[in-house]
């Protein structure tokens, strides 16, 4: 079966710093997969997604950045976070021709 | 823009009773979703609608879309603690990209 991990599940971060969050799918190959953040637990803002490796498209200009190194592998960063980077960040996985998204847990991130 | 608008925002209830929650939108949806969200935790996908008209049922949750494929309603008969949580409806924009609504946030108190 598939999984989806995500990690880590909370962070906290200074103002300036920089940020790496990692998403992983086993038990599949070649899917897509996307970076959603989510506000105070409302409605999720799609911020990039990749149908290949090395295949990023960004859907929101803002102060992060993605990567796909490997093909089950999704990274988010930032070189200096910002207070606004604070929320809720979500990996999801697809595969083309699939109606729904399988979700992470989450990282909480809280900027200082 | 096409964009998904929820009601409720919020609705706290007690055990036993039932409520609907609805999802709409100006524009026309090949599919819509149904995702429910524990805090703390990812969105678990509940239904896929897929035919306007269509109706599916989960247990105690019904789930319709309407017949012009622009919106469409949760319906929970009596409700249970833990049924509480954040629903979320989602349908894919003429982008391909999947976009949510803002959720309907359930408290069911025992």
């Known amino acids: 079966s598939q999984t989806i991990h995500q990690w880590p599940a909370t962070l906290v971060q200074p103002v300036g710093s920089p940020l790496s969050l990692e998403c992983t799918v086993e038990?599949?190959?070649?899917?897509?997969l996307y970076w959603y953040r989510q506000a105070a637990g409302r409605g999720l803002q799609l911020l990039f997604y990749?149908?290949?490796?090395?295949?990023i498209s960004s859907e929101v200009p803002q102060n992060l950045s993605a990567s796909r190194p490997q093909d089950r592998q999704f990274i988010l960063s930032s070189k200096k976070l910002l207070l606004s980077d604070s929320g809720f960040y979500l990996c999801?996985?697809?595969?083309?021709?699939?109606?729904?998204?399988?979700f992470g847990s989450g990282t909480r991130l809280t900027v200082v | 823009t096409q964009l998904l608008e929820q009601s409720p925002q919020f609705l706290s209830i007690q055990e036993g009773e039932n409520l609907t929650v609805y999802c709409n939108s100006s524009?026309?949806?090949?599919?819509l979703q149904w995702y429910r969200q524990e805090p703390g935790e990812g969105p678990v996908l509940l239904v896929t609608v897929v035919t306007g008209g269509e109706v599916k049922k989960l247990k105690r949750l019904t789930f319709q879309f309407g017949d012009a494929r622009k919106d469409s309603s949760l319906h929970i008969t009596a409700a249970q603690p833990g049924d509480t949580g954040l629903y979320l409806c989602a349908g894919y924009n003429q982008g391909g990209k999947l976009i949510f609504g803002q959720g309907t946030e359930l408290s069911v108190k025992p």
């Open positions: 038990g599949t190959s070649n899917p897509n």
């Open positions: 524009s026309v949806f090949s599919s």
């Open positions: 999801a996985w697809t595969r083309t021709g699939f109606y729904g998204y399988t």
């Open positions: 990749s149908v290949g490796i090395g295949q």
